[in-house]
């Protein structure tokens, strides 16, 4: 009788093992319901954005690879805003917001910009205190990508594609996306 209760028992440990497993591999982290106030005071939370892709991107004035990657942030963005794509730029709460506003304003940002003075939108994605730092949430608020450092662009773009689709109403022949 004990050996046949291990002969039962060991094929149920490990398909236990295997469904913890999958769960695990098959979870993502929920995005923080955080509330970005933007710079012109529109407030924007998370949860506003679900059914979107959206780009939560931490960068500083004073930060090389940030200003390097701002010229791609603003191309990608103008490239797939219209297929439900946004990106929210949150600048470092130790950059003088006079710094954070110049910049916004002299290069045109589109997309929305928030100053996290208090340092509370960083603190709720990890934490966040190097710069440039990414976080790409799906459209049901899990985070689908985390990148410390630039982006790979290419990549990015191929997985906006992978998440945005390629269905026929945002890929009609002859029409395109172009930044402007």
Known sequence: MLASSRKLLIPLI??????FLGLSLG????????????????????SELQGKVVLVNFWATDCPGCIAEMP???????QYRDRG??????????DPPSH?????????????????????????FDDVSLTPTAFLVDQQ?????HVVGELDFK????????????NPAHSQ????????
């Open 100 to 124: 954070v506003l110049n910049y916004t304003t002299n290069n045109k940002l589109p997309f929305p910009v928030m100053h996290d003075g208090y340092g509370k939108v960083a603190a709720s």
């Open 72 to 78: 791609q942030l603003i191309e990608t963005y103008h």
């Open 155 to 166: 990549a990015l773009h191929a997985l906006l594609n992978d998440k945005l689709g390629a």
């Open 173 to 180: 022949p002859g029409v395109q996306g172009k930044a402007s």
């Open 14 to 19: 490990v398909l236990a093992l295997l469904v």
């Open 27 to 46: 979870h993502k982290d929920q995005a923080p319901d955080v509330t970005f106030t933007t710079l012109q005071g529109e407030e924007i939370t998370m």
């Open 141 to 145: 608020g899990r985070i689908v990508s």
């Open 85 to 94: 794509f946004e990106i929210m730029a949150v600048a470092m709460s130790y």
